[in-house]
């Protein structure tokens, strides 16, 4: 529930302070990750409904969020730009979703955020309401290697924790094979620092 409150308190400076990264480096990322994925999608950890621009036309969406003033913003939004949304307030460790519930499930910057022993609980998840030949696409944060560029995340690191929850060194993909899912693929988006892992159940 810390994450709850802290989402809860940033929630009226999360657009504003984040504006600068959404025009710079996010959107099209977002819009990159969002190819190929149809049908009926989640997107986890929806936040403010940064994402919603790029929800491909046909689609079902569900949103869901720990945080209930993060969903007020993303109602807020929907109704802004006439986004078909359904948003649910849910923690993605305990979703109130059946199996095999959707065709594709995205999420961008929840893992960060997520602790790293709520990894495995959550890609589990994210695989229970997934089909079997549905596709989890997650995007996310990672430490560069460049020394100079790790060192200005380094310095950046303390805020990130402190206003958001979150990290930079998550390494979600390390949890993927014992969440039941093969890594599909991996690819650096912006530099070596945003990355999209792409991954499917284990076909067993
Ligand atoms: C960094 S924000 C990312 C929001 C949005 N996906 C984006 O790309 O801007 C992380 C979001 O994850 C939500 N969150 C954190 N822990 C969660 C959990 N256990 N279950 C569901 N949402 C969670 C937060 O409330 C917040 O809205």
């Not at 979600?172 to 945003?194: M, P, R, S």
Request: proline share 4%; glycine share 6%; hydrophobic share 40%.
């Amino acid at each position: 529930m810390l994450k709850q409150k802290t989402y809860n308190r940033i929630s009226r400076l999360y657009d504003i302070l984040d504006l600068p990264f959404e025009h710079g480096r996010y959107k099209p990322l977002r819009r990159e990750m969002f190819k190929g994925v149809s049908g009926t999608i989640l997107d986890a950890g929806v936040g403010t409904g940064r994402n919603f621009p790029f929800y491909p036309v046909a689609s079902k969406v569900f949103g869901i969020d720990l945080s209930p003033a993060m969903l007020g913003r993303a109602r807020q939004r929907r109704e802004k730009l006439g986004t078909k949304v359904d948003l649910r307030e849910m923690d993605v460790m305990e979703m109130n979703f059946t199996d095999n519930s959707f065709d594709a499930v995205v999420s961008t910057f929840l893992f960060c955020v997520l602790d790293t022993e709520h990894q495995l609980p959550a890609l589990r998840e994210l695989a229970r309401v997934c089909r079997p030949d549905g596709t989890i696409h997650i995007l996310e944060y990672a430490y560069s290697e460049n020394p100079l560029r790790r060192f200005i995340m380094k310095l950046w690191a303390p805020w990130v924790r402190f206003a958001y929850g979150a990290e930079f060194n998550r390494n979600t993909e390390h949890y993927l094979e014992a969440a039941g899912l093969d890594l599909v693929n991996k690819q650096f988006l912006y530099k070596d620092i945003i990355k999209l892992l792409t991954a499917k159940s284990k076909i067993s």
